[in-house]
């Protein structure tokens, strides 16, 4: 099947900073993409859909200044979690919508924790 | 817009048994339905998918029905094995809006 990266999987960081998650669509172009968060034994959340060239759409709840999301090629979207706080300490998976099927395909994750 | 539920939240069969998770969905425009398996700390992977022309599909181990007009579908694994053990998300889709259920932690025990 498809292949989407994420990177990185694993990150710590210091309370106050800010946080860059790169997802790509490794053998396809994807014109968009999406943002989850997933707590410990709980489903995926769906936080933001990244369609290129266009801002992205937010879930309601998600504060988009916060969680800063840029979908600037038809390969790459990134998630910048600004001013990072411990409790945005999570695991977020991005995925990429096939062209025309719709198929999604889910990056590895990437666990921030926030000290 | 789309309301996912799925059934049971925790489902513990013997090796060899069946396994059936169940969801239902809210939006009758959905017409894409797939199934996920989550292994601890990896990413979803789809093991089957269903679209809504289609009443029943079967890939060895695993079949899928969708009942359009109860709005609702199922998973249905049969001879599981150990390896079977983990979270089981279902997902409804209409235009590119994909919404999952809660997911089922299936645990196979030999």
């Known amino acids: 099947g498809a292949v989407v990266s994420q990177h990185p999987s694993r990150v710590i960081c210091k309370s106050g900073t800010s946080v860059k998650i790169e997802c790509r669509s490794l053998?396809?172009?994807?014109?968009?993409m999406f943002w989850y968060r997933q707590f410990p034994k709980q489903s995926l959340m769906l936080m933001a859909t990244?369609?290129?060239?266009?801002?992205?759409?937010?879930e309601q709840g998600v504060e988009k200044d916060k969680f800063l999301i840029n979908h600037a090629s038809l390969t790459l979207s990134t998630l910048t979690v600004t001013s990072a706080h411990p409790e945005d300490s999570s695991f977020y998976i991005c995925?990429?919508?096939?062209?025309?099927?719709?198929?999604?395909?889910f990056g590895e994750g990437s666990r921030l924790t926030v000290l | 817009g789309e309301n996912v539920e799925q059934h049971p939240s925790t489902l513990s069969v013997q090796e060899g048994d069946s396994a059936v998770i169940k969801c239902t969905y809210s939006?009758?425009?959905?017409?894409?339905f797939p199934w996920y398996k989550q292994e601890l700390g990896k990413r979803p992977q789809l093991i089957i998918d269903?679209?809504?022309?289609?009443g029943e599909k079967k890939d060895q181990r695993i079949a899928v029905t969708l009942n359009k007009t109860a709005k609702h579908f199922s998973l249905h694994i049969t001879e599981t094995q150990p390896e079977d053990s983990a979270v089981y998300f279902c997902?409804?889709?209409?235009?590119?809006?994909?919404?999952f259920g809660a997911g089922t932690r299936l645990t196979v025990k030999p």
């Open positions: 995925s990429a919508s096939f062209p025309r099927s719709g198929e999604l395909f």
């Open positions: 269903i679209r809504s022309n289609v």
């Open positions: 939006d009758s425009a959905s017409n894409y």
């Open positions: 990244s369609n290129e060239g266009s801002k992205a759409t937010y």
């Open positions: 997902a409804a889709s209409s235009n590119n809006d994909m919404r």
């Open positions: 053998d396809f172009q994807a014109t968009t």
